[in-house]
């Protein structure tokens, strides 16, 4: 076998196995993992009085999969949040919103940044979120920092402090009424939210 055929085999072979694997990391089936993914919001309660009163409300659970195309789908549902052991037994003109789909959360991820990090490494994306609520729809802008814990193991963060317009918030029908049900006639301006969630490769 001359020279010249024997690099063209081993570099076919070498470029094979470079598909092979890139192949395999554009295939990864990244899924958030609801028992390790929440969003943790302080809500101020402005009183009648003026007095402010923060709480700390969580929405637990969440899960979506990654698409092909990195599409990330968010549907959040009442019975993700802690909202039902404050309330305890809704209405019964309620109950029919514990498994129904309050809002959708829609986003873009970048699936071969995330899978290009080595263990221990760590990137900032910016993501627009888009929500849809009752055909409202809108966007959002959020620094997002992934961290590789493990092959199978992405940590999801916020970058940067992030707080979701309070204002906005009281606009919504269903949420001035959960929020009226747990007592908040009025809310401060800004609700702070800490997001902690993790993509695992199944």
């Given at each position: 076998m001359?020279?010249n055929t024997?690099?063209?085999?081993v570099a076919g ?9 890139f ?6 089936a ?46 959040v549902?009442l ?10 037994q809704?209405?019964?003109w309620m ?14 991820l ?45 940590r999801v ?11 906005q918030?009281?606009k919504?029908?269903?949420v001035?009424?959960i929020?009226?049900l747990?007592?908040y ?5 800004e609700?702070p ?7 695992v490769d199944?």
């Amino acid at each position: 076998m001359s020279s010249n055929t024997l690099l063209r085999r081993v570099a076919g072979v070498v470029l094979l196995s470079a598909a092979s694997a890139f192949a395999g990391v554009a295939q990864a089936a990244w899924q958030m993992d609801p028992n390790h993914s929440k969003v943790t919001a302080e809500v101020t309660e402005i009183t009648s009085s003026g007095q402010r009163i923060p709480h700390q409300h969580a929405l637990q659970r969440m899960e979506g999969e990654i698409s092909a195309d990195g599409t990330l789908r968010l549907p959040v549902r009442l019975n993700q949040t802690d909202l039902l052991d404050r309330l305890g037994q809704l209405p019964p003109w309620m109950s029919s919103l514990t498994n129904s789909t309050l809002v959708t959360v829609v986003t873009q991820l970048p699936p071969e940044r995330i899978n290009s990090l080595r263990v221990g490494q760590s990137t900032v994306e910016v993501l627009k979120l888009r929500t849809d609520a009752n055909g409202e729809q809108r966007q959002e802008r959020l620094p997002v920092r992934f961290t590789r814990e493990a092959e199978d193991r992405v940590r999801v963060r916020n970058a940067e402090p992030v707080s979701l317009d309070g204002k906005q918030l009281m606009k919504n029908g269903t949420v001035r009424t959960i929020l009226s049900l747990l007592g908040y006639q009025q809310i401060g301006d800004e609700v702070p939210v800490t997001l902690d969630a993790l993509l695992v490769d199944r």
